[in-house]
């Protein structure tokens, strides 16, 4: 064979083995060698805390739904209020653990934090729960239903905005105090939500009220809602004998603080506005699920309000 044919072969015989290693990297593909482990001592992210969401933010939790029967509220007369709670299986939840001598508290209270009530509804055997409610002024009100199911290992608290319709007015929070007055009587707030232990007192034309009747198990009962989002706190009385409670704050802000307590034989509410820079942890999960009109009054008294 002359020169210029062996090189043609030589050539041929090159860009055939080329040929060959190119389709086997294409059949074996890129390179699937994991890359090196990360040395000993290198950064690695930190694991992220997990939070738990304050309550009556949401209308369904762990497989329980608030379900509103009644869709808008009455500014005149008292009427039906009716919903059910909604189990896992999509039915109605019939059986319930009684917390603070009640199966299920109700909540009622406009977006603005005024007009609040605390109502206890009466379960039917169908399991739709019903109450006579009138609210004072229209407005969205936000409903939160603090309840047990019996199939449950711990208390939730869903919520729902139901409105009430007519001319909407919003009332301004009021100013941050430690002192309430309602129905002749004067509450004294000692403590801040930063340290997470609240205590009252309760006076009467300048002195102590020393004789409190009993409130739903305890000397009274406390509900803590956050400003802009009407978040439910976790609170729970710390004495038998005193106005004593904690609580565990999720967020800097202000907060509304409304104060159920008995005298006489009737329910008063005296009503307060903290703010906080600093925040309350729990030390553990617990067993829970423009315009500027005049301040709200600080409190209110039995009438138009029902304290069952």
Known sequence: MNTTGRLSAYAIGLILIFGVAAGAGRVAGPDQTPAPAAAHGEAHAAPVAEQRLPGGLQIAQDGYRLSPVTTRLSTEAAQPFRFQVLGPDGKPVTGYTENHEKDLHLIVVRRDMSGYQHVHPVLGADGTWEVPLRVDTPGQYRVLADFQ?????????????????????????????????????????????????????VSRDGQPVTDLEPYLGARGHLVVLREGDLAYLHVHPTSETALAFATEVPSPGAYRLYLDFQHAGTVRTAEFTLTTAGVTLPAAPTGHAGVTPPAAPTGHDADGHTHD
């Open 149 to 201: 199911p019996a199939a449950a290992g711990g208390s939730l608290t869903l919520g729902a905005d139901v409105p009430a319709p007519g001319d909407y007015q919003p009332v301004a929070l009021p100013q941050a105090a430690k002192t309430a007055e309602v129905d002749g009587y004067t509450v004294t707030l000692d403590g801040d939500l930063e340290g997470g232990a609240l205590g009252f007192s």
